[in-house]
Every structure is written in structure tokens, then in C-alpha cells.
């Protein structure tokens, strides 16, 4: 395959480009931002992108101004010539076979024919092998993937579409997809762990719910069943207490009837006694004059008075008799008192003598004369007491007189009053008094408490209660027998009340309890079918879980062994790529190099130096241009892997800028020898490449 | 000459295992199955409307379901409602508690036990037997006896059991012998516990089948019966009320060339009150990335429930070898897979070989999921 000429028209720096290549090596030559680096991106552009759908992605790519950009590539193959068109701006990509006369408009179709014609239909596989850019020289590992995919494809005889990578990816999606963790975006087991975890929850508080509705309905039936109890011996207490009640009321009332009987008949009795009395004393009084109080009083009066006078006569008679006495005694003193007289006056002159004559004569004299003076002074003393006496006998006698008098006067009074009263004497009169009048005063008091007892009622009102309140206490006698007859005991009547009380309290709370749980019961809701609803979410949320583990189990065992399947395959991709590889690094190195292995996964390797006769690290130990030659090796490997009987063209955009003289010209060997059988455009500002041109293309 | 609505196993509240979500949806069946009993009794204005057990499904029984079964019942006005006890609802089953400690409708014959039985309408010229069964499983007959003809002309059993299998011996308790009903001398015999419609050996006697269906499997159910028995029998008519379409489905690879076929075949399937269980078996489907779970997930808003199961073997692994050498991947991925699939355990072998399958439906399939 050979690329004959190329047209370019508004694309980068250029308004139109046509340039012609021959086969082997075309160097073409420019100085820097001559325009090299849009020439291959127009190759590539013109050879894989896509004109329908990477219009916008190219338009920054357009001439300054223009629309859009079209590439023309003149290509001629061994089964033909063909020209290949785009156009950036219409979308037109067309191929036409100008030997078959046939067109190619589609992407397929193109991929098709680019496959068929150079093994390269895809723009990464071109960079990473047929187009060598300058320091783009490790673009090989870049690719590692999609070159692994061509490889095994290879490999594999094209038997088979190569999916292994995008199955393995998908895989490892799905896997991760199920099994990520994270809050944000968590994988399906956790969704499925996280929603597990809540239905759980939701089951456990629905199922204590429930446990506890069941505990109400429990408690609903004891409390029914208390309630019941309760309200069935209240009723039964009730009634004993309404029976009791109506006994004990009967028993109060007959109670009450009698001792209010028992007041009235003791009461009639004690009148009709009171009355007897009454009459027994009356019958007492009968016929006794009725004294007057005035005349008890003069009675009285007149015996005290007659009491006095008689004692006042009895004691002036006394003293009658008395003086009487005394004033017969001193009745010689008026004789002796004359004698004595006389014989004063003899002394009297017998003392003047004596005292003339003898002194001591007339001291005897003198004191027969005191003595004869005391003697007349007592004489004159009792003649006038005696005077006295008879004075006061006189008095004396008289008083007896007016006794007397006064005595007969009063009983005479005496016996007036009691002529009055047809009564012997005082005391007979003051016992008829004494008798009267205190039976007067029992028949007043006797009268009294009649009166008393009647109650200022007649007796015929009070019979008539007394009879009222017999009939009454036989009726109450009746109704009393009818409710049994029965004692009750007030304290057990007490105690039964309580006992009704407490039941009508025990009722209304426990009719309450009834109450607030049924009423809990009616709003508990579809409990038990949401908590179905529930076991049933959290039983398919654990057969989704197994089922998402099995299935992770199953990707991922999937994944391992088409992972093992394919480095089984790969293990003779990479003899092969390191057989090839190997043989360009022998002839680039001058043998410095000879042998190189990949790693499997990454394309990263290690060659082997036949002077140190070892593995040398590529990372370690080799220099950048040992590093681009064993690159530039690899491409040429994988080109020839990848085109096999094909012979595509070789782009090389100033790729050795890092060798030195020796390592380009050991390149430049190797790639003279290749351009037998491939057509190199090899893009430089240099003039080192002109001895290997075939042609040199000046821009 | 009466006329009764006969049903039984309505399970209300019933637990749908497996069916995730939709067994919140087949709840409200049950009950609207419930609503349209009640109004079929209306419309038909029959003489009583029997319940023959398992009214409802456990003691997990909301409030509110007792309330909506009561508020039902009291539609029916003077319509008497016979419910007696099954095996899931047993007399000793709470549920009957709570449902006595409502005010319930004066048409309601709640028989829980023998005190009021037997049950004579007297409008009906009909006595209604019953032994309702006390426990959920208990080994006695569940066949009342026919103490007195004299009750009534007309003589209706109802009962809640299963008869006897000749040659098989059951532990299921209720069980009861044809010749107890043959010899009983019942007009009618109400029957409850199987699920389908059935008639007992040409017998007066008749399973009524679950009003509405619950599970997979069965056949002529979601129906009631209405009898109308006179003095030459019974007549019988069967009339819908289950909603639901319960499909039990097996597609085969070699019909179902791809998974739009199988897409086309379920959608005629499709329905709120569809419940598709789809087993897909034949070998894998050739050039295609089919998925049983993305098909599912996909297909899942269509329908009430839909599980999908992917039976599919395996292609013949010699084919793949052969077409596949063991220089490709998928050869190299099969070979080794056999490899494995032979030396490992019965537990491990079923995942390997899953494992097999997806690897060769993505190696060979195209190469998107989406691609169905």
C-alpha cells in the first residue's frame, strides 16, 4: 500500500497542499512550522476520522475562516488504485475503487477497507505502530490494550471478534457495580445491606407493635373479663345493698316509729298517771277548809307575838317578883341610915375635942368618923336604891299588866281565826294548811307536767298520734318483714357501701381502660399486613442479595478465567512480538541489545545485553534514545505483526531527534531495509535523511 | 328453596412469600375478591352467604381488616353470613378475640363452637351443620353429624378439611372419608380448604376453590359458587371474581430464537393483574448477550410480578471447542472452565458452569448488554 499523492484544502496553515510520494523513503523536508506536523495530521485525519460525526472535534483544525477542510489520498494497492476523500464540511467521506468503479461511503465500509488494506483501521493502533511522531516514540505503551486486543486477534486467526478486554471491563463493572461501597453512590449489596438494615428495623418495631397489640388484646380481654366481674358484683352488691338499704330503712323507721310510739304511749301513760295522782289529790284535800296564806301568816305572827309576850310576861313577872324581893330587903336602912347620922355628928365632935385634946384620941376619932362617912354613904346609897326598886317594880307590874292584856288579846285573835276555819287549834290549822297546800302545789305540779306531756295538745290529738304512729309501726312491721326482715349490721351495711363505692369506681376506671384500648386498638392500623409487607420486601431484598452475590461470585469467576484464558493467548502473542522484536533491536543495537521481553499486561520490557548477560530494566538503566530504539523496534515488529501480508506505509515524523549520529544511522539502515517493502514518509528539518531518499519532498 | 353464596380460603392478610412488593397489591385482591362476594350476594339477593374457613390467613390480622371484613358483612344487611373457622383461622386462632370484641352485625353467624349449632333459618326452611374446626390441625373428621331432620327440610354441612386420598396416607389434619358425606344425608355440603373448584364424586357436595388466587400452580380457582338447592339437588353456578392472571410459563430456546421473541411472547402477557413466572430453558440463545435479570428488570413495569429464570444449558462445549479452538480465547476461557467445572465441588460446580455460560454468552454475544 502506497501513498501516491495528497491534497489538502483549508486544513491547518494550509489553503491547498498537493504533494506526490513515491515509493521507499520520502523525506520530507521543512523548517519548523513549515507545515510537517499538519501534513501527517491531514494524513491521518483523511485516513481515519470520521467526517460525519468529528466535524466539530476537527473544526479548531480548519484554515483560519473556512468552514470546513476536505483531504484528498491517492492510495495504490496490489489489488488496485484508490482516492480517498473527505469532506469536513459537507460530511461526505467517500472511497472510490477506480478499478471496480465502486464507492465506499460509510464508516464501516471504510474501516473494512483500511482493515483490508493496511491491518490498521483505527486511528490509536496507526500512532501506536505505523506513525512514529517526534518524542511520541513510547505511544506503544500508551496503546498497550488496544495493541493487546490486535494481538490476540492476531494471534487467535481472526476467528473470533477480540471482546475479552471490554467482557473483562463489563465484568468488572457489573462487579463493582454490585459490590461498591461508598455513601454516595453505593453498589447494589449495600443498597441492599443499607435497605436490609432498615427493613429490619421496620420489622422489629412493627413486630413490637404488634407484640404490643396483642399485649392489648390481651389486656382488652382482661379488662373485659374485670370489667365484667366487676359490673356482675356490682350489680349483685347493689341490689343487696338497695335490699340492705330498704331493710336498714325499715329498721331506722320501725326504730324510730317505736320509740316514737314508746314516747307517746309513756307519755299518754304518764298523763293518765299524773291524772290519777291529780285526783288522789284531790281526794286528799277534800272537805279541808282552804287557808287562807294571810291567816297562816297572822297565825303565825300572832303565836310568835303571843310566844313573845308570853315569855315577856313570864320574865316580867320574873322581875316582878324579883323586885319584890329587893325592895323588901332594903326596907330598915331609913332607920339605921338616922342613927348613923347622929352618931356623925358625935364623932364628928368627939374628933374636934380629941383633935383639941389628945391627937392620938383624935386620930381614932377620925377615922371613926371616915369610917361612920363611908357607913352614911352607903346607907344614903341604898335608900336610894331602894327607891329605884320600887319605881322599877311599878314599871314592872305594869308591864305585866300590858303582857297580860296583849295575851289575851292575841289569842283571842288566835281563836278568831281559827273559829274561822272550824279548827281546834294552830297546829291543826297549819297541818290542814301544810296538807293543803302542798298537795295543791303536786297537783299544780302534777298538772303541769300533764300539761307538760299534752304539749299544748288535747289528749284526744295525742291518742289520735299515739294510734297514727301504731298503725305506722305496723306497717312498717309489714314492709320491714318484706324485705326480709332482716338486721343488718350498720357496720356490714358501711362495709357493703364501701364495697359498691369501690365496684362503681373500679367500673368507670376499668370502662375507661376499655375505652382508651379499644381505641388503641381501632387507630393501631394494618399492622400485621404492613409488617406481611415488610418480610416480604426484606425476603426479596435477601434473595436479591444472594442472587447479586452469586452473581459477583459468578463474574468474578467469569472475569478470572477469561483473564487466564487470555494470557494463556497472550503468552504466544508475546513470544511472537519478542521474536520479531528481538530481531530489528539485534540489527538497531549492533547486537549491544539481542533479546527483549514485554511484560504481559503493559507492553513494559526488558532487553537483554549479551555483554552483561542480563535482563536490563527499561526504567533503570537504559538511556532515553536505548528506550526509543527499543520502541521504534517495537513498532516496526508490531507493524509487520499487525499488517502481515500487507505492506502499509510508514510514517516517521522526525522520530530520531534523541539518537545520535551512530543510533541514526543504525535506524536509518534498519528502516532503508524496510522501505523495500514499505513506503516511509519520513518528516524532518534536517538534512542527515537525504542519502537514504528516494525522493525529498521540500514544503 | 335457598339459595347460598358458598365460598371459603379468601386468606385474608395473607404473607406472599417470594413475590417481593407485589404482595402488598395481592393483599388489596384478596379483599376487593372479599368486596365483590358481598356484592355478588346483593345482586344475586341469595338467601345466606357461607364462609367455609380460612376467612383469614393467620392471627398477623390487622384491626383494620377485621373492621373492613365487618363493615362488608354489614352491607349484606339481613343477609345471614356463615363463617365458621378453617385451618388457618381456627377457633382457638386470637383473631376471633378481636373480632368479638366488636359490635357485630346482627346477620353475622360467627360458629366457633358447637353452641350454636345447629343453626336453623326457618325463613329458608334450612339448618345449616357445622363442626367448626378448633385447632389448625387436629386428626378428626371436620364432617358434622345430621342429629335431626326434623329441623328443617332442607339440611346444608359446612366444613373445612380435606377428603381422604384413597391409598394415600395424610397427617393433614381434617380429613374425612366419602362416605361420610355419602352417608350423612345433607342436601348440600359446603366445603373449604383446596383451592380449586371441585366436586366430590358426583356428591352434593363441592370444593368452592379460593376466590381469588395466591399462588402459582393453580387451576380453576378465583371463583365463587352459588347453589341453589331445591328437592332434586343442587344447581351450581361458578362465577368469577378473582382478578389476577397467574401464569406459569416454560419458553424454549428452540422456539424463542432470540430474546425479542421471548420480549413478544411475554408481552402478550402483559396486565396490572398479571403475575408471569417464566422458566426459559433449550440452549443458550446463539449470537446474543441475553440476560435473564436485565430482562426481567425491563420487563418488570408491565406486569403485577414477573420472575424470570434462566434454565438455558450451556452450548454443547465440543461445539464450542470446535468452533472455538482452544487457540482462542473463548476456547482457551472453555477449556479451561471444563477444566475446573470437573474437579470441583457440587456447590462450585453449578456457579462454573453459570460462570461458563455468561463467559461464552459475552465472548460469543455481542458485545453490548443492551443489545437484547
Known amino acids: 500500500m502506497k501513498i501516491n499523492n495528497v491534497s489538502i484544502n483549508n486544513f491547518g496553515k494550509f489553503s491547498e497542499f498537493n504533494a506526490e510520494f513515491g515509493s521507499g523513503i520520502n523525506v520530507i523536508k521543512g523548517a519548523n512550522e513549515a507545515g510537517k506536523s499538519t501534513l501527517v495530521e491531514a494524513i491521518k485525519a483523511g485516513l481515519f476520522v470520521d467526517s460525519k460525526s468529528k466535524k466539530k472535534t476537527l473544526k479548531d483544525r480548519f484554515k483560519w475562516g473556512a468552514e470546513g477542510a476536505k483531504v484528498y489520498i491517492g492510495l495504490s494497492a496490489e489489488d488496485g488504485e484508490y482516492d480517498l476523500n473527505k469532506d469536513f464540511l459537507s ?9 471496480n468503479y465502486s464507492r465506499m461511503e460509510t464508516k464501516e465500509s471504510w474501516d473494512k477497507f483500511l482493515e483490508n488494506e493496511i491491518g490498521i483501521s483505527d486511528a490509536d493502533l496507526f500512532n501506536a505502530t505505523a506513525c512514529v511522531r517526534q518524542d511520541e516514540m513510547e505511544d506503544i505503551s500508551k496503546s498497550s490494550d488496544i495493541l493487546r486486543d490486535r494481538l490476540e486477534g492476531i494471534i487467535t486467526g481472526g476467528q473470533e471478534e477480540v471482546v475479552a478486554s471490554k467482557v473483562i471491563n463489563d465484568l468488572n463493572k457489573r462487579i463493582s457495580e454490585i459490590k461498591k461501597e461508598g455513601a454516595k453512590d453505593p453498589g447494589i449489596l449495600k443498597r441492599l445491606e443499607d435497605e436490609a438494615e432498615n427493613l429490619t428495623y421496620e420489622i422489629e418495631k412493627l413486630t413490637r407493635e404488634l407484640e404490643e397489640t396483642e399485649a392489648r388484646r390481651g389486656e382488652l380481654v382482661d379488662v373485659t373479663s374485670i370489667l365484667d366481674n366487676t359490673i356482675s358484683e356490682l350489680n349483685e352488691k347493689s341490689e343487696l345493698l338497695e335490699k340492705w338499704d ?10 324510730q316509729l317505736e320509740e316514737k310510739y314508746n314516747d307517746l304511749k309513756s307519755r299518754f301513760d304518764e298523763i293518765e298517771e299524773s291524772q290519777k295522782k291529780v285526783i288522789s289529790y284531790r ?19 300572832l303565836e310568835t307575838k303571843l310566844r313573845y309576850l308570853q315569855s315577856k310576861l313570864s320574865d316580867n313577872e320574873n322581875d316582878e317578883k324579883i323586885l319584890k324581893n329587893e325592895v323588901s330587903k332594903v ?29 392620938i384620941v383624935a386620930a381614932g376619932s377620925g377615922f371613926f368618923i371616915i369610917t361612920q362617912i363611908v357607913f352614911v354613904v352607903m346607907v344614903w346609897k341604898r335608900s336610894a336604891e331602894r327607891a329605884a326598886l320600887k319605881s322599877q317594880l311599878r314599871f314592872t307590874s305594869k308591864r305585866v299588866e300590858e303582857n297580860k292584856s296583849e295575851i289575851e288579846n292575841s289569842c283571842k285573835a288566835i281563836n278568831e281565826i281559827l273559829e274561822k276555819y272550824s279548827l281546834k287549834n294552830t297546829t291543826n290549822m297549819k297541818d290542814v294548811y301544810e296538807l293543803v297546800e302542798s298537795t295543791q302545789r303536786k297537783i299544780h305540779e302534777e298538772t303541769s307536767r300533764y300539761e307538760h306531756l299534752l304539749g299544748g295538745k288535747n289528749q284526744k290529738v295525742l291518742q289520735g298520734q299515739l294510734e297514727a304512729v301504731t298503725k305506722d309501726l305496723a306497717l312498717v312491721r309489714e314492709r320491714s318483714q318484706s324485705v326480709g326482715g332482716l338486721f343488718i349490721d350498720p357496720n356490714e351495711l358501711l362495709k357493703l357501701r364501701t364495697r359498691v363505692q369501690e365496684l ?22 394494618g399492622g400485621a399486613e404492613e409488617l406481611s409487607t415488610f418480610h416480604e420486601r426484606f425476603e426479596h431484598n435477601r434473595s436479591m442479595f444472594e442472587r447479586y452475590n452469586h452473581n459477583q461470585q459468578v463474574y468474578m469467576i467469569t472475569a478470572s478465567l477469561i483473564e487466564t484464558a487470555r494470557a494463556n493467548i497472550l503468552k504466544a502473542t508475546a513470544e511472537l512480538l519478542e521474536n520479531k522484536v528481538g530481531k530489528y533491536l539485534s540489527d538497531i543495537t549492533n547486537d549491544r541489545y539481542n533479546k527483549i521481553r514485554f511484560d504481559k499486561t503493559n507492553l513494559d520490557f526488558s532487553v537483554y545485553s549479551p555483554d552483561k548477560r542480563d535482563w536490563v530494566n527499561s526504567e533503570d538503566l537504559l538511556s532515553r534514545g536505548t528506550i526509543d530504539q527499543v520502541y521504534l523496534c517495537a513498532r516496526l515488529a508490531l507493524l509487520e ?19 545520535d549520529a551512530d543510533r541514526t544511522k543504525n535506524a536509518m539502515v534498519v528502516i532503508k531495509e524496510i522501505s523495500k517493502d514499505y513506503q516511509v514518509l519520513l518528516f524532518t528539518n534536517s538534512d542527515n535523511y537525504d542519502q537514504n531518499a528516494d525522493q525529498v519532498i521540500q514544503l | 328453596m335457598p339459595q347460598i353464596i358458598h365460598t371459603a380460603d379468601i386468606h385474608l392478610g395473607m404473607k406472599f412469600s417470594g413475590l417481593g412488593r407485589t404482595g402488598k397489591l395481592l393483599r388489596t385482591h384478596l379483599k376487593n375478591a372479599f368486596s365483590s362476594i358481598v356484592d355478588i350476594t346483593i345482586e344475586k339477593n341469595a338467601d345466606c352467604l357461607v364462609i367455609a374457613g380460612d376467612l383469614f390467613d393467620s392471627n398477623q390480622i390487622s384491626d383494620s381488616t377485621v373492621n373492613f371484613v365487618i363493615g362488608e358483612i354489614t352491607r349484606l344487611q339481613t343477609i345471614p353470613v356463615i363463617i365458621i373457622p378453617g385451618t388457618h383461622d381456627p377457633s382457638s386462632n386470637p383473631i376471633w378475640r378481636s373480632f368479638k370484641e366488636k359490635e357485630l352485625p346482627a346477620n353475622l353467624h360467627l360458629i366457633l363452637s358447637d353452641e350454636h349449632i345447629p343453626l336453623t333459618f326457618s325463613e329458608i326452611d334450612t339448618t345449616f351443620w357445622v363442626k367448626p374446626n378448633q385447632e389448625s390441625n387436629l386428626l378428626e373428621s371436620p364432617i358434622p353429624e345430621l342429629k335431626d331432620k326434623s329441623l328443617s327440610k332442607y339440611h346444608i354441612a359446612i366444613a373445612h378439611g380435606s377428603l381422604a386420598v384413597p391409598g394415600i396416607e395424610s397427617q393433614d389434619g381434617y380429613t374425612f372419608q366419602h362416605e361420610e358425606i355419602s352417608q350423612a344425608g345433607f342436601d348440600y355440603v359446603a366445603l373449604g380448604h383446596w383451592h380449586s373448584v371441585k366436586q366430590l364424586n358426583e356428591l352434593n357436595a363441592y370444593y368452592c376453590g379460593t376466590p381469588e388466587q395466591s399462588r402459582f400452580g393453580l387451576k380453576d380457582c378465583g371463583k365463587i359458587l352459588s347453589v341453589d338447592v331445591n328437592d332434586s339437588g343442587v344447581n351450581i353456578e361458578q362465577i368469577q371474581t378473582g382478578k389476577t392472571q397467574w401464569h406459569d410459563l416454560t419458553l424454549s430456546t428452540e422456539v424463542m430464537k432470540s430474546p425479542g421473541d421471548i420480549i413478544k411472547e411475554l408481552g402478550t402477557y402483559t396486565g396490572d393483574t398479571s403475575l408471569v413466572r417464566c422458566v426459559i430453558e433449550g440452549g443458550q440463545i446463539h449470537g446474543v448477550n441475553f440476560d435473564a435479570d436485565i430482562l426481567k428488570d425491563e420487563l418488570e413495569e408491565g406486569f403485577a410480578y414477573i420472575g424470570i ?19 482462542t480465547i473463548t476456547g482457551q476461557f472453555v477449556q479451561v472452565m471444563t477444566e475446573r467445572i470437573e474437579n470441583a465441588s457440587p456447590d462450585m460446580k453449578d456457579i462454573l458452569e453459570e460462570s461458563l455460560k455468561l463467559g461464552c454468552r459475552l465472548l460469543i454475544g455481542n458485545k453490548s448488554d443492551k443489545q437484547l
Open chain 1, 246 to 255: 330498704a331493710a336498714h330503712k325499715a329498721q331506722l323507721e320501725l326504730t
Open chain 1, 331 to 359: 326596907k330598915g336602912i331609913g332607920l339605921f341610915a338616922g342613927l348613923n347620922v347622929v352618931n356623925f355628928f358625935f364623932i364628928l365632935g368627939c374628933f374636934a375635942a380629941g383633935f383639941l385634946i389628945e391627937p
Open chain 1, 641 to 659: 505483526i499487525l499488517a502481515g501480508e500487507r505492506k502499509p506505509f510508514l510514517i516517521l515524523d522526525d522520530p530520531f531527534v534523541h539518537f
Open chain 1, 91 to 99: 460530511g461526505v467521506q467517500v472511497i472510490e475503487d477506480k478499478q
Open chain 1, 283 to 301: 281526794e286528799q284535800i277534800y272537805g279541808k277548809p282552804e287557808i287562807l296564806k294571810r291567816d297562816i301568816e297572822n297565825i303565825d305572827e
Open chain 2, 309 to 327: 429464570t434462566d434454565k438455558t444449558i450451556a452450548d454443547d462445549i465440543k461445539m464450542l471447542l470446535a468452533n472455538y479452538t482452544a487457540v
Open chain 1, 504 to 525: 362503681s369506681e373500679t367500673k368507670i376506671k376499668t370502662e375507661e381502660k376499655f375505652r382508651l384500648i379499644s381505641h388503641q386498638l381501632e387507630v393501631s392500623g
